[in-house]
């Protein structure tokens, strides 16, 4: 037995375990929890602060750069208005916090470890928060959230998959754990950050993010002793023998479709938005309830969705393995895919049956449930099977390219969203349909080549 999973079993018999699994997972869950709140918080509020607010003329020449960052989009895209211009910002933002995590990742495998790089990390990333609330630094705000995410989100992710030893049949199901930590946060994040960012000021939306990362901090700080010691890797040129680099080469051919994918999901947070604002009609006369939805509650359906779904989910993959039917994991992130461009094929319907007017806000909840099913099938999966392929000596690293993935299709999304004004939006959501069900083709024909080099 390797003497990194000796160490692993003999932390987890020191601190003991809770239903079922090691008591680190717990701390782990709310510290991803309290960070997430804080990033979708801050999300849910990003692109209207920037179309109703700062980057109209009257705000815009106090924003330190944003002169210069503007010459240089331009310089590329032509001339930008504010919607176009915010939404190259949200995409380069939403894209580089997932391009960073191969710095941190590199840095906590050969100098810091995971859990310092984590602490400093989280630090930067509440520091960055609080900074948002300061119209000036708004550019610099970004600059740090995008440098702490990198020494935060790819440490924690690894960390989770730290806590089991090679070959550990529950590591899986901890990743599911894992996620709802995810989604509680971006539940709770519309609800106080949007809320209190619509109603009270887009300051006080901010300020609330930088408060749920301060608790997450604290809750990691507390977690350290329950937390198995870092394993410290000299820098090597690469994954040793033939099966390390046949696994790295399957996960890069995997790296164009599931940026293909983040590239249409990540519409949610911005061109989906925008419908929401300016296209949805939001009043709602319930029998608990009778006023108009604000924009950014829309942003809670897709992690009330996972919190819903994922324990259905699972166990209809339960079901299909006790009867040998269970999709390969190459599948499940094609089938992924194919939910996400059904998303936006309803969308589709809802732009054509409005033709310029207002569409129910029953096209958005329709809207979330595919895509939320998407997301489930391909973003955990994806993570536990970067877990359990990636060389033991390059697994921050490995996973920090992963990400990439995401950073990469967070720039696509912002590209993608500066057309929104200028087409008709039935066309856009098919071009968004269009691509995700490309993505998943990509996906299902590396299938078979790949199963058995992924799949151990």
Not at 59 to 87: F, K, Y
Not at 126 to 138: D, Q, R
Request: proline share 5%.
């Amino acid at each position: 037995m390797a003497s990194s999973s000796i160490d692993q079993i003999s932390h987890a018999r020191r601190i003991g375990t809770l239903f079922g699994h090691p008591r680190a997972l717990t701390y782990l869950f709310a510290t991803e929890m309290w960070e997430r709140f804080s990033y979708y918080g801050m999300r849910a509020l990003l692109v209207l602060y920037m179309t109703r607010y700062l980057l109209h003329p009257d705000h815009a020449g106090n924003v330190i750069g944003l002169a210069g960052l503007r010459a240089a989009l331009e310089a590329t895209s032509g001339r930008l208005d504010v919607q176009p211009l915010a939404s190259q910002i949200y995409g380069l933002y939403t894209g580089l916090v997932y391009l960073t995590p191969l710095v941190g990742g590199l840095i906590a495998d050969r100098v810091l470890g995971q859990r310092r790089t984590v602490v400093i990390g989280a630090g930067l990333m509440a520091t960055g928060h609080f900074m948002m609330a300061f119209e000036p630094l708004f550019l610099l705000a970004l600059t740090t959230l995008i440098i702490a995410n990198g020494a935060f989100k790819p440490n924690i992710v690894t960390q989770v998959g730290g806590l089991y030893a090679r070959g550990d049949p529950r590591r899986d199901r901890a990743y599911s754990i894992f996620y709802v930590g995810i989604n509680m946060g971006g539940l709770l994040a519309p609800l106080v950050c949007g809320t209190l960012g619509e109603n009270y000021g887009w300051h006080y939306g901010f300020l609330a993010a930088g408060v749920g990362m301060t608790l997450a901090l604290v809750i990691y700080l507390l977690a350290r002793p329950t937390l198995p010691p870092d394993t410290m890797h000299k820098l090597e040129a690469g994954p040793r023998g033939r099966s390390g680099w046949r696994a790295m080469v399957a996960l890069a051919l995997l790296f164009v479709p599931a940026a293909l994918f983040f590239a249409t999901y990540e519409q949610q947070g911005n061109t989906i938005a925008l419908w929401a604002e300016d296209y949805t009609d939001r009043n709602i006369d319930l029998l608990v309830w009778h006023g108009q939805i604000p924009t950014t509650w829309f942003q809670l359906l897709n992690p009330l969705m996972i919190i819903a779904f994922t324990p259905l989910i699972v166990s209809h993959w339960g079901r299909q393995a006790r009867r040998g039917r269970e999709p390969s994991t190459i599948t499940k992130m094609a089938q992924g895919c194919f939910a996400v461009a059904l998303a936006f094929l309803i969308m589709v319907v809802a732009a054509w049956i409005a033709e310029g007017d207002e569409a129910s806000w029953l096209w958005l909840f329709a809207f979330f449930v595919p895509l939320t099913v998407g997301e489930l099938y391909l973003s955990p999966v994806s993570l536990s099977l970067v877990s359990k392929t990636a060389p033991v000596r390059m697994l921050s690293l490995t996973m920090a390219l992963w990400l990439t993935t995401t950073f990469v299709g967070n720039l696509l999304a912002g590209w993608l969203g500066s057309f929104w004004s200028g087409m008709e939006k039935a066309s856009f959501f098919a071009m968004c349909a269009g691509l995700a069900a490309v993505a998943g083709a990509m996906i299902l024909a590396f299938n078979r080549p790949l199963r058995n080099v992924l799949e151990k």
